[in-house]
Nanobody, 124 residues
Framework: QLQLVESGGGLVQPGGSLRLSCVVS????????IGWFRQAPGKEREGVSC????????KYADSVKGRFTISKDNAKNTVYLQMNSLKPEDTAVYYCAADRGYVCYDVNYAMDHWGKGTLVTVSS
């Protein structure tokens, strides 16, 4: 059974940083792309970032480029999203998702398997 569990969310002041983690089980990261998505209250879900199975392709939404960094540790079955220079508009529930073999052409690609999310609140 494929599972994804997010952690690392919380309350942070504008300009601060958080690192989200996505621990996966039931599959290996060298065969699945992992995407980070977010959904703010009253808004549609949007893709934030994606890392391909090989790790050779990284994609970011324009709204987070230069501030967020996606990475992974295959041995730990974990994907990270380092978020710096956070803004109030980054406030959302953040989800990680997985899709076998996808190479991250589009950060908004609808992946097959999803975690339950972790809340990030950016506020003073």
């Amino acid at each position: 059974q494929l599972q994804l569990v997010e952690s690392g969310g919380g309350l942070v002041q504008p300009g601060g940083s958080l690192r989200l983690s996505c621990v996966v089980s039931g599959f290996t990261l060298d065969r699945y792309a992992i995407g980070w998505f977010r959904q703010a209250p009253g808004k549609e879900r949007e893709g934030v970032s994606c890392i391909s199975p090989s790790g050779g392709t990284l994609k970011y939404a324009d709204s987070v480029k230069g501030r967020f960094t996606i990475s992974k540790d295959n041995a730990k079955n974990t994907v990270y999203l380092q978020m710096n220079s956070l803004k109030p508009e980054d406030t959302a529930v953040y989800y990680c998702a997985a899709d076998r073999g996808y190479v991250c052409y589009d950060v908004n690609y609808a992946m097959d398997h999803w975690g339950k999310g972790t809340l990030v609140t950016v506020s003073s």
